[in-house]
């Protein structure tokens, strides 16, 4: 392909001046304005609303660029036309083409086909699984997103059916999102700046195209559609970006009496202009721009159950810029209808769509499709879920097992090999099982474990984790002990488990892991838990150098402070830093009311 196209170009053609456009480099995006002149020896021949010409290699233009040559040798080569000059509105470019130009003849009808056995055959408690993919591209980059959307019929009659519809769709890239997908990007690529913040996470690269997911949309929707495909009402809408459509909806064609195979549906909508635009299918229900559009069916043929179907799709939007539409789609594909299932089973759809500003043009093709899973495959996947759901139930019981004298004393064997993986193994029994009764032989090694310094830190912690079910008050002594551990994660696990026991000596201990970001949440909340006994502790961090730590003392003495108190939290409310003065002040006021303290 690529081969011909550039031996096409080594032809010498003449081709009259046309209206200027913008054309991109392909390696660093740079753009340029300008008419093309002609395409002589492999170089495109551009000239500059300044007059000026410039001679550039093809192999450096974006491949938007390259159809777009492409598209114009072949009308001259054809003599069909002298670059689509038009004597009354100038000439354009087949960027700015009507889709009406640019229009494949109309398909032929199979006027043989039973047009009646096109109808949606919804039966309550059946669910219809499909797979979609969307390419987007723009010039030599291209990306996709992917996935399913599951419809299943809670509700259905002879005219309407009500569906519950669950979307799982990602980005082509490897990604832990879910949901419905919109584009975020910035650059020389899709330049409509980013969208609003409620749109998703920032932190698009320069230059590419990235889909972000939409917050909320694992919620499952609902949709209302009658027999002939046509909706009425929809809830949680999932409008995909760049006039796609709606996510929900996008299965589903309106039918109607064919004349001669073929019938069309015309409709208004709005498109969204903000970034990144979208369609909305009914009218009004968006602020942003009116448009009209017209989708056009042909009956092709049938085999067996399957009824084929071309589709034509046309929208403009009322609003023009320069005379032509601020926003056009114009797209074909094939349908493919079940009969006995009664749902389409498959698309292939090519749209492009073009949105125009007052500086620039921007067409970007889309290729989408769907496919109907099978009940074959339905019944496989179903399989599988329930195999994994009862593996998974087997799993967690027996993680839930309390472990065996046996299993324990296997266990320790391995905890005091000095083999990595081993310990690893026996730590994870540890951590995640029960023991049948108390056992000291076990808490006694796992103590020793998070004593021991030459341990990683990974594994101090864990076992430190472990002593919450394993140990007991013998442990006490060696818990407080790992409150100074230089391992942040085995000084919070000790905490925590020495909660179980609230020892006195603990208190000094937690007070010093107050004094660190790292675990200053859990020795407030260790030391909230010991009430007034630990004010004396706290009280000399009211005066800290550091206003963070200073201000979460005032916050936590609003819960357990008493009088004493109130000398050093009076000092704060005269603090530089707001954060501690206030926190100061809300400190003082619970403490009178708790201590029935009258206000100085």
Not at 338 to 356: E, I, S
Not at 437 to 455: G, T
Request: aromatic share 6%; charged share 25%; hydrophobic share 35%.
């Amino acid at each position: 392909m690529k081969r011909a196209l550039f031996a096409a170009f080594l032809v010498v053609f003449a081709i009259s001046p046309l209206a200027a456009r913008q054309w991109t480099y392909r390696g660093d995006g740079g753009t340029v304005e300008a008419e093309l002149v002609d395409v002589k020896g492999g170089n495109v021949i551009l000239k500059r609303p300044d007059g000026s010409q410039l001679n550039v290699p093809i192999g450096k233009l974006s491949l938007g660029d390259i159809r777009y040559i492409k598209e114009e040798l072949k009308a001259a080569e054809a003599g069909l036309g002298d670059g689509s000059k038009d004597s009354s509105s100038g000439q354009q470019s087949s960027q700015e083409k009507t889709p009406a130009a640019s229009a494949k003849p109309a398909p032929k009808a199979d006027t043989t086909v039973d047009a009646a056995k096109l109808r949606y055959k919804w039966k309550t408690g059946q669910e219809l699984v499909y797979r979609v993919k969307v390419v987007g591209t723009q010039g030599d980059y291209s990306e996709n997103i992917s996935g399913t959307v599951t419809y299943k019929v809670n509700s259905a009659t002879d005219d309407e059916a009500e569906l519950e519809v669950i979307k799982a769709v990602t980005n082509g890239q490897p990604s832990d999102r879910v949901g419905v997908v919109v584009y975020q990007s910035y650059g020389p690529h899709f330049r409509h700046g980013p969208p609003h913040g409620a749109y998703g996470p920032s932190g698009a690269s320069v230059g590419v195209i990235r889909f972000f997911t939409i917050p909320d949309t694992n919620r499952t929707a609902t949709l209302t559609i009658n027999s002939q495909g046509r909706t009425i009402h929809v809830d949680k809408a999932a409008p995909l970006p760049y006039m796609l459509g709606d996510l929900s909806e996008m299965m589903f064609e309106p039918f109607s009496t064919p004349n001669g195979g073929v019938w069309s549906n015309e409709t208004t909508s709005t498109v969204e202009s903000s970034s990144p635009f979208r369609r909305y299918v009914r009218a009004g229900s968006q602020t942003g721009v009116p448009a009209n559009e017209k989708t056009v069916y042909t009956i092709q043929g049938q085999s067996g159950n399957r009824i084929t179907i071309a589709k034509h799709y046309e929208l403009t939007t009322t609003a023009q810029l320069n005379g032509k539409p601020q926003f056009q789609a114009s797209g074909d594909g094939k349908l493919t209808f079940d009969t006995d299932r009664g749902a389409f089973c498959g698309m292939t759809y090519d749209v492009l769509v073009t949105a125009r500003q007052p500086t620039k043009t921007e067409e970007v093709p889309f290729h989408v499709t769907y496919q109907l899973t099978t009940e074959e495959e339905l019944a496989a996947e179903k399989k599988k879920a329930e195999e994994r759901r009862i593996a998974g139930e087997k799993a967690l019981a027996e993680m839930r097992r309390p472990m065996t004298d046996a299993e324990i004393d296997a266990a320790l064997a391995d905890l005091t090999s000095g083999d990595p993986m081993k310990v690893r193994k026996s730590m994870r029994l540890f951590t995640s099982k029960t023991p049948q009764k108390p056992s000291v032989k076990a808490a006694k090694a796992l103590e020793a474990v998070m004593l021991d310094q030459a341990n990683d830190g990974g594994t101090r912690a864990d076992a430190a984790k472990a002593l919450k079910v394993w140990g007991s008050q013998e442990n006490v002594k060696g818990l407080v002990a790992a409150l100074a551990d230089e391992w942040v994660g085995t000084r919070n696990e000790a905490l925590e488990a020495l909660m179980k026991y609230k020892p006195a000596a603990a208190i000094a201990p937690i007070a010093n892991m107050f004094a660190e970001h790292g675990s200053r949440h859990n020795a407030a909340k260790a030391l909230k838990a010991y009430g007034s006994a630990a004010e004396d502790a706290v009280l000399p961090f009211v005066a800290d150098k550091d206003d963070w730590t200073a201000a979460e003392a005032c916050k936590l003495l609003e819960s357990i402070g008493t009088k004493k108190s109130l000398d050093a939290l009076n000092k704060a409310t005269k603090h530089h830093s707001w954060m501690v003065n206030q926190a100061a002040n809300k400190a003082i006021q619970a403490i009178e009311r708790r201590e029935s303290v009258k206000p100085k």
